[in-house]
């Protein structure tokens, strides 16, 4: 069974700290989706979840352009998390640096890129896998 989790439990934090590649999907302009591979850091005492990236890339321009609303997604086996929230880009050096710290945590120190710029999600539902702890919940119950 799958459903909502808690980003403060234990096992949760632990999924999001461990090395594992995400997908980003953000909304084209027609509303189809974009989905692409991303590393993604997470500060659940913020309550965001942070993408470093470069400035002209797709996923940049379409959250520039008003597609707020983004899931990444993450899975590792029969584990998995889906982290949603609403998006903006922010390009000032100190958003940028925390960012890069974060991400030299999780992965690895990023490689040089003038043209960063962090997508800043701000935490609106985590869902993920019972291995997790999710609590279950169906379709009815998640349009309620």
Not at 5 to 25: D, G, I, K
């Amino acid at each position: 069974m799958s459903g909502r989790l808690s980003l403060s439990a234990p096992a949760v934090l632990e999924f999001w700290t461990e090395r594992h590649l995400c997908t980003l999907t953000t909304l084209r302009t027609d509303g189809s989706p974009h989905v692409v591979p991303v590393g993604a850091t997470v500060d659940p005492a913020a309550g965001l979840l942070r993408v470093i990236a470069s400035g002209g890339s797709a996923k940049v321009r379409q959250v520039r352009a008003g597609g707020d609303r983004v899931a990444i997604c993450q899975v590792d086996g029969p584990r998995w998390s889906t982290i949603e929230g609403r998006a903006v880009v922010r390009d000032d050096p100190e958003s940028v640096a925390e960012a890069e710290r974060r991400y030299a945590e999780r992965y690895r120190r990023p490689r040089p890129n003038p043209q960063r710029v962090v997508i800043e999600v701000t935490i609106t539902r985590v869902l993920g896998s019972a291995s997790l702890g999710a609590t279950g919940s169906s379709p009815a119950r998640e349009r309620a």
